[in-house]
């Protein structure tokens, strides 16, 4: 199994600045918990795009969906961390069925036609196990997961 690194590479034209820290495996974790870990064959994990305190990132997971198909579910995530506390907006997109064979090409695309440069993605093979969920989740501090979301977005 390939793990997903505890330090975050950014996206080719990203900014230095301290991002979301917690954006990253808050959305991994909303995405296990809502797929369920025996449903996910492998993610997709693209470089986090950082402007100072803020951060956007997609992941996208191949999901079992019978015989050789798999099920396409994107995860967006924009997250900002303000005075008032940390903002994280998930959202989930179901992108439809592909043969299991044709999906690196298919991420291979989404960096070619992406409107924002979003980097390479990191491949993260799960195969439905519980285990090896629980092992990339493991890779990210406990800290990470401890203050509460403030809201979706910022206030203005």
Not at 14 to 24: K, R, S
Not at 56 to 81: D, H, I, N, Q
Not at 101 to 125: N, Q, W
Request: aromatic share 4%; with cysteine; net charge neutral.
């Amino acid at each position: 199994m390939q793990t997903a690194p505890s330090h975050r590479p950014l996206a080719p034209d990203a900014d230095e600045g301290p991002g979301v820290p917690e954006a990253l495996p808050r959305t991994l974790r909303e995405v296990v918990g809502r797929l369920g870990p025996a449903a996910i064959d492998c993610l997709w994990i693209f470089p986090p795009r950082v402007r100072g305190r803020r951060e956007s990132g997609l992941v996208a997971a191949s999901c079992f969906e019978g015989g050789s198909g798999r099920r396409l579910v994107t995860a967006r995530y924009t997250a900002e961390r303000t005075g008032k506390g940390l903002y994280l907006d998930v959202r989930l997109l179901d992108e439809g069925t592909a043969p299991a064979d044709r999906l690196p090409r298919v991420m291979l695309g989404v960096v070619r036609r992406s409107a924002e440069p979003l980097g390479s993605p990191r491949l993260v093979e799960l195969n439905g196990a519980t285990e090896a969920c629980e092992s990339l989740m493991a890779d990210f501090p406990g800290s990470l997961f401890e203050e509460a979301v403030a809201g979706l977005r910022a206030p203005e």
